[in-house]
């Protein structure tokens, strides 16, 4: 019924910068789910990202992440995009991003409070 699927995963030096996107399939308009970034590095939980709100473009970033970060979306392509940049080593994990219906604010950053989840995608910080 809904399917969530992140694309742009890879290997980027140390520095640079990455682009992952996340398209969705389903009946409701994607512009009622909030959609949500987490990342999950080796031995560890998943990680807060940032997130955006369906509609009106606001968004929330995790205080790792905040000023290298940047989620936009366009509901017209089903897709949420996720702008890394200047990233080290420690970004190094797979990222998942995750859709809800029934989140209305973008600052909810409980894995458990979305639905629906994509497969993940891997990011690699080579140094």
């Known amino acids: 019924q809904v399917r969530l699927e992140e694309f742009g995963g890879g290997l980027v030096r140390d520095g640079g910068s990455l682009t992952l996107s996340c398209t969705y399939s389903?009946?409701?308009?994607?512009?009622?789910?909030?959609v949500a970034w987490f990342r999950r590095a080796p031995g560890k939980d998943n990680e807060f990202v940032g997130s955006i709100r369906g509609r009106g473009g606001a968004t929330t970033y995790g205080d790792s992440v905040k000023g290298r970060v940047t989620i936009s979306r366009d509901n017209a392509k089903n897709t949420v995009n996720l702008l890394m940049n200047s990233l080290k080593s420690e970004a190094t994990a797979v990222y998942y991003c995750?859709?809800?219906?029934?989140?209305?604010?973008?600052?909810?950053?409980?894995?458990?409070?979305?639905?629906?989840w994509g497969q993940g995608t891997q990011v690699t910080v080579s140094s």
């Open positions: 995750a859709g809800s219906s029934t989140v209305i604010s973008s600052a909810v950053t409980r894995p458990l409070s979305y639905a629906y």
């Open positions: 389903g009946e409701e308009s994607f512009g009622r789910y909030t």
